[in-house]
């Protein structure tokens, strides 16, 4: 019984970490998020996105040192819900900076294995400290959706090719 209820502790003050670690990233990459006007890159941004679906891609095709076109529909979208603000457009790259510390609590779990469910929360504390995902998560650009992609890749990796002995499903 009496491992039951340390395990229940346990997992009730890692969940309480986690919480703990969201709720700190999220203040300090939304402290005075609207204190500075777009850059150039960011309003680059804007002047990509506000456009019609179309005509986004569009303008992509012919764009050569632009972005490839996710981060502009999903920023597309997001506008359309949130308007257009400073703030609204960089707390977009903020919520997507959260859920790339999330993701890489999740590649720790795959690469430490599942009994290390506290290990977890070191390499996202680790990421949301790191000054530069602070910096670029706070930036109305595509980076942290960049940091997502790579964290899923490399889940998704470790967990449907690496154990394999032989060749991975097909839905891998």
């Known amino acids: 019984m009496d491992k039951g209820v340390n395990s229940q502790r346990r997992e009730l003050l890692v969940l309480f970490a986690w919480c703990l670690l969201f709720m700190l990233t999220w203040g300090l990459w939304l402290w005075r998020l609207d204190a500075s006007d777009l850059t150039f890159d960011e309003a680059a941004t804007y002047f990509v996105a506000h456009r019609p679906l179309l005509n986004i891609l569009d303008y992509l095709r012919g764009a050569v040192r632009e972005h490839p076109p996710v981060y502009y529909l999903l920023i597309h979208g997001w506008m359309g819900l949130a308007g257009t ?88």
Not at 157 to 168: G, N, Q, S
Request: charged residues 15%; proline residues 5%.
């Open 85 to 172: 603000s400073e703030f609204s457009l960089r707390f977009f790259s903020v919520s997507a900076g959260l859920v790339a510390l999330a993701l890489t609590g999740w590649l720790a779990g795959l690469a430490m294995g599942r009994s290390a469910s506290a290990a977890r929360l070191f390499p996202a504390a680790l990421l949301a400290v790191v000054p530069g995902m602070a910096y670029y998560a706070r930036d109305a650009r595509m980076y942290s959706l960049g940091v997502i992609w790579a964290v899923l890749s490399a889940g998704l990796f470790l967990r449907d090719w690496l154990p394999a002995t032989e060749w991975p499903r097909r839905a891998a």
